[in-house]
Structures are given as C-alpha cells and as structure tokens.
T-cell receptor
C-alpha cells in the first residue's frame, strides 16, 4: 500500500513564498504529482516529478528526492486566489491509480 | 486542455432511491476512469477503477453491489449509488487518464454533491 504525509494547514501572507512538504511510503514508485482544489471544486493538476530535482511552472515549482521519499510544492508570489487545498499523490506503477495525501489547506492572508 | 464533464453537480434524494452519476471525457478517449469520494475537508478516497469494456476494479471496503460502475464506451463511465442512505451523502468525483504523453495528468470532473435524506 501507499501512505503520504503532508501538513494539514498552512497560512502565508500575500506576496510571500510557501513550501508544502510531502513524504511518502510506497511499495513501488511512479512519480509524485500535485493537485490543487478550491472549495467545492474539482482538483486540477499542477505538476509531476518522476525524477529527482526541481520542476518549475510559472509561480509554482515542485521538487522530488526519491532517495528521501520526499517532495515539496513551492508557491511563490502568493496571491489570494492561491488559497485552496493542495494534494500530493503517488502511484505504485504505470497502471495503478493515483493515491492522494490528506491535503494541505493553504490560507493566503493580506 | 482535456475536459471531463460530470453530471449532475448536485442531487438530493430520499433514502432508498438510486442515483446515477455520469462522467464523460469530452475531447479524448479514456480507457480508464476513476471514481473518488471525498468528505468535507478530507482527501480523495479512491473507490474504483472503471475500465472500458470490462468490470470495474473496486478498492477494499467498497461494496460493488452498492456502487455500480459501468464503462460502456471510451467516453462515458457511470456510477450508480443503489438504495442510497444518509451515510452515502458525500462528494463524488470522477477522473480520466488521457493515454499518451500526458498520461500522468488526471482530468477531473466537477464533482457531484449527493445528499441523501
């Protein structure tokens, strides 16, 4: 089976940088993904890391260290609209479904 | 980008009735779709994997006779909650995996909020 750990809540100031960590335990590993979900909405894909290192997409970056079973999502220049829940997710193999962490609720304050 | 359409967005029903939720991939063929359930402020719990033309694969603890899944075409999967009870009230979300270079990205429907009275 798989298990993922991420902080339940994070609060940050508008314009700041915030990092959301995720540690995972899985029998196999087929990459770490991040999804954003606003209240009442559907999750939307943010990023995917299959290899170690940093992936940057605009204000968002994601990092993976497979040897540490650890990754993080970095959000820069925070905006109020970034207030949402962020989920890390992993798969055992290419044919298995995504398993999500419990999510981190990010609140951006003025 | 790829779009997944889910209907209805909200349904209120009496206890004992059945509710059908549809999930459609609008601009791509999805051989595999996934059904998740989510309680308020909690994570997405995988219920089952829906495979086109074959039986769904249910996660441990999910009653297959309670949650009927049909994936009759490459663009449509349905989840029927049979004989719904108040404890079935939840947010149900479908997702589809697009095969090819972007197959690591799941596309989600907008979800269905089910309230059983």
């Amino acid at each position: 089976g798989q298990s993922l750990e991420q902080p339940s809540e994070v609060t940050a100031v508008e314009g700041a940088i915030v990092q959301i960590n995720c540690t995972y335990q899985t029998s196999g590993f087929y990459g770490l993904s991040w999804y954003q979900q606003h209240d009442g909405g559907a999750p939307t894909f943010l990023s995917y890391n299959a290899l170690d290192g940093l992936e940057e997409t605009g204000r968002f970056s994601s990092f993976l260290s497979r040897s540490d079973s650890y990754g993080y999502l970095l959000l820069q220049e925070l905006q109020m609209k970034d207030s949402a829940s962020y989920f890390c997710a992993v798969r055992n193999s290419g044919n298995t479904p995504l398993v999500f962490g419990k999510g981190t609720r990010l609140s951006v304050i003025a | 980008g790829a779009v997944v359409s889910q209907h209805p967005s909200r349904v209120i029903c009496k206890s004992g009735t059945s509710v059908k939720i549809e999930c459609r991939s609008l601009d791509f063929q999805a051989t595999t779709m996934f059904w998740y359930r989510q309680f308020p402020k909690q994570s997405l719990m995988l219920m089952a994997t829906s495979n086109e033309g074959s039986k769904a694969t249910y996660e441990q603890g999910v009653e297959k006779d309670k949650f009927l899944i049909n994936h009759a075409s490459l663009t449509l999967s349905t989840l029927t909650v049979t004989s719904a009870h108040p404890e079935d009230s939840s947010f149900y979300i479908c997702s589809a995996r697009r095969t090819g270079p972007t197959n690591e990205k799941l596309f989600f429907g907008s979800g269905t909020q089910l309230s059983v009275l």
